[in-house]
């Protein structure tokens, strides 16, 4: 095996779960596997580490619903601020780590220091470091040292982010939970500094469960004795078991309310929605900045005036296919990916605030929905925007055209290799068994919109290019939401065109 970029994204995609695994996790019932965290002990201790060696990266740890992406980037943006530099005394940070999941174009997204994404020569470095240190102890203990020396794909990056760190001399570092908290892979983290807690929703609910509690339960596992806990608001039986857990665990539990100095400064990621994310971050920094033994930092920052690199933090933070939005020509696209029944009518109304509306003798706009959700109830999200959006602009008719696509990226050459994802039915998405299914549902909504059926991104892109120039004097807004894996694919397609 070659060891470069390509050679190590070929690698771990050989750890993804196939669809007939997933789906079979998925319709046992059995929820989150009970044994996950002795497991990826194990597996820490197969790439020789042992848990306790982490608490050197003095951690941050995240789990959520929805904004766990967007509150962990803000607070990796605020501490970025705070690096050492020839006028500090005591330099407090060097280096910082943030770990998220999942990524849009590149695999190595996910594992970034002081901000960037790790080289591609850096990835293939850690990557087969990691992977060498997992065959080597399965050599020593006489096993195979196939597929089955390594974690699946999730376990693997986690392991591999966090030997990143400790090989880089990250001195603080945000990680993301994957998925609930409880028994997620990253949750062998036994000190961290600050938990948070994002807004919860309904989401993963075959390993999660049904209700807004049990979701909250398993969220609520990240909380450590000895670490400082902060929530975002959440519905009342959803606070009242995070209470109770905090409670079991001998932690201080604070609900964050929305900063007022937020009104009157421009943050980096757009939306009304954000400035939720934007002061669970300011909380979590301030904490953790005050734990390093930065005295400056106000105890009560929550009711006091933010520090100016507190300001500059939340101005300058980037995060992609977050509400973004890019000009191309005459054409608008409004970028934000949607996955669960809360974010997509979140996606529809940020939507709805970009629209101007018509004057009633105006000619009426274009407005084009690009959609993909492979693995959800594809057809209740297509159902929730149309009534958001219709609700929010008082139009029964949101958009004029609709086109339903794949996650596949390019038509000729397929999916792009960090984009690959066998946990899809491939039948499905050879048949475009849900797109159809989407266009028949949005033709029952809406039986006035164009609808479209493509088998890949590329061509949903062209698609909208074409309707484009029937009027260049027009601005032909264009939301594309759903999946994230389709946001990622799109922001490819735009960039490589």
């Known amino acids: 095996m070659e060891r470069n970029y390509n050679d190590a994204i070929a690698a771990l995609n050989s750890l993804q779960s196939n669809f007939s695994v997933v789906d079979a996790i998925r319709k ?78 590149f695999v190595r997204e996910r594992i970034q220091i ?53 090989s880089e001399g990250v001195d603080t570092a945000v990680i993301e939970c994957g998925v609930g908290g409880e028994y997620d892979s990253t949750n062998i983290i036994e000190h961290p500094t600050v938990i948070g807690i994002t807004s919860l929703g309904i989401d993963h609910v075959a390993m999660l469960g049904e209700t807004i509690e049990e979701i909250a339960w398993h969220k609520a596992g990240i909380m450590k004795a000895g670490a400082l806990a902060f929530t975002a608001p959440q519905p009342e039986a959803a606070l009242k078991v995070l209470y109770q857990r905090a409670e079991e665990k001998g932690v201080q539990l604070r609900v964050v309310e929305r900063h007022l100095e937020l009104e009157e400064i421009k943050l980096g990621l757009a939306a009304d929605f954000q400035k939720t994310n934007a002061s669970l971050a300011i909380a979590i920094a301030a904490a953790h900045l005050r734990a390093l033994g930065n005295s400056d930092i106000p105890e009560d920052i929550m009711t ?61 706009r274009k407005r084009i929905l690009i959609f993909n959700q492979q693995t959800r109830d594809a057809g209740a999200l297509a159902k929730a925007l149309h009534k958001t959006l219709a609700e929010a602009i008082k139009d029964e008719r949101p958009f004029t055209h609709a086109v339903f696509c794949s996650n596949i990226t390019f038509k000729d050459s397929g999916y792009k290799a960090d984009l690959v994802s066998i946990n899809a039915n491939s039948a499905d998405v050879e048949e475009l068994s849900v797109q159809k299914g989407l266009a028949t549902t949005w033709a029952a909504i809406d039986p006035e919109t164009e609808v479209r059926v493509v088998r890949t991104i590329e061509e949903a892109a062209g698609w909208v290019r074409e309707l484009a120039k029937e009027d260049s004097e027009e601005v032909v807004k264009v939301l594309i939401t759903g999946s994230v894996h389709l946001v990622g694919g799109f922001l490819e397609v735009l960039d490589s065109s």
């Open 28 to 105: 046992s019932g059995r929820g989150m596997n009970k044994e996950a965290i002795p497991e990826m002990i194990e597996w820490c201790r197969r790439t020789q580490y042992e848990p306790s060696n982490f608490d050197r990266l003095k951690l941050i740890h995240i789990a959520g619903t929805k904004g766990k992406g967007s509150t962990s980037a803000f607070i990796s943006s605020i501490l970025y601020q705070y690096l050492s530099s020839s006028s500090q005394s005591s330099p407090k940070l060097h280096k910082i780590g943030l770990y998220t999941s999942p990524h849009l174009r």
């Open 114 to 166: 002081n901000n960037t994404p790790l080289t591609e020569d850096e990835f293939a470095k850690y990557f087969f470091a990691t992977w060498d240190r997992l065959e080597e102890s399965a050599q020593q203990a006489g096993l195979p040292t196939d597929k089955t020396a390594k974690p699946v794909y999730f376990r693997f990056l986690t392991l591999m982010a966090l030997h990143t760190y400790i």
């Open 304 to 364: 006091s005036p933010l520090p100016p690199k507190f300001r500059r933090g939340l101005e300058k933070v980037q995060w992609g296919g977050r509400c973004e939005t890019r000009r191309e020509g005459n054409i608008a696209w409004h970028i934000d990916g949607g996955h669960t029944l809360e974010s997509i009518e979140i996606a529809g109304a940020w939507f709805a605030s970009q629209i101007t509306l018509p004057t009633s003798s105006s000619k009426k």
